[in-house]
């Protein structure tokens, strides 16, 4: 059986590779948890939400991810807890 490999990072949208956090929701996307925020990967490319973009968010520094099973997504922040 062959494997193949596909390194995914800056080049897709990424803004740090520094990553502190990754957890898949319900719909099958990958969240990345960075010191730049966090990341939507959909297996191609990364759709960044930080505080610069995103009215509310609490902080950039992302501690922890948690997917809930109503399909919520929580964040450990520098700033505290924070659901999407």
Request: proline share 3%; glycine share 14%.
């Given at each position: 059986?062959?494997?193949g ?5 800056l080049d897709q949208g ?11 929701d319900?719909d ?29 968010f ?7 991810l ?12 520098a700033?505290?807890?924070a659901?999407c």
């Open positions: 059986m062959a494997y490999f596909k390194a995914y990072g990424l803004t740090s590779t520094s990553i502190t956090a990754l957890v898949q319900l099958g996307f990958l969240w990345v948890g960075t010191e730049e925020g966090i990341a939507r990967f959909d297996g191609t490319t990364f759709v960044v939400f930080d505080r610069r973009n995103t009215p509310g609490p902080h950039n520094l992302v501690y922890a948690l997917g809930s099973r109503d399909g919520s997504l929580w964040l450990g922040t700033a505290g807890l659901r």
